[in-house]
């Protein structure tokens, strides 16, 4: 029943791998939204998506890319994983519909360690 | 750009009793003040939100508070439950979408008997 599901729930991965968090959402929504959790910082934007085919950098997009191939799938891509790269994950999709504030439907999370 | 200060990273309240949990802001041009909630390892689900347009908006035991001179704005839980335990964040943005939004470091809200 959950409208925005993320996989994996938890990764480990070595300096310098690829790492691929996937997500996942019903709602039909357009915007899309890759945030990370870390103490000290709260909720910080990486990457976001208008819609199928786009993809924007928020405000810490260095190290991290994003790909839309559809409305419901935003995925985000480390290249070359690194330890300040260690942190939780979280994705959202947004009802924004211009006339009205967005509210935000988040995923469960993806709680990453990079060694 | 936007900084949004959380005051208190924690808060303890007797079961019933009232919660108060502070933000301020520093760009005079946000307009859209939501809250998010967060309990022990669950996601961030949407509670509630102001725009600059009213100073106060209740929803059952929840009320925000916006103080546009003093760029501060407070969400209220009456009545505390403890289900109310959770984290709680506060966020600003000028626009009508998440991407403008600024995030507070988050309260935890700890509900005691």
Known sequence: EAAVTQSPRNKVA?????VTLS????????????????TGHGLRLIH??????????GDIPDGYKASRPSQENFSL?????TPSQTSVYFCASGDGRGGSAETLYFGSGTRLTVL | ???????????????????VINCTYTDTASSYFPWYKQEAG?????????????????????TVLLDKKAKRFSLHITATQPEDSAIY??????SNYAQGLTFGLGTRVSVFP
């Open chain 1, 48 to 57: 976001y998506s208008y819609g199928a085919g786009s993809t924007e950098k």
């Open chain 2, 42 to 62: 669950k996601s961030l689900h949407f509670v509630i939100d102001i725009r600059s347009n009213v100073d106060r908006k209740q929803s059952q035991r929840l």
């Open chain 1, 77 to 81: 891509i480390l290249e070359l994983a």
């Open chain 2, 89 to 94: 964040f506060c966020a600003a943005s000028m």
């Open chain 2, 1 to 19: 750009g936007e900084k949004v200060e959380q005051h208190q990273s924690t808060l303890s309240v007797r079961e019933g009793d009232s919660a």
């Open chain 1, 14 to 18: 070595v300096t310098g791998g690829k």
């Open chain 1, 23 to 38: 997500c996942n959402q019903t709602n039909n929504h357009n915007n899309m939204y890759w945030y990370r959790q870390d």
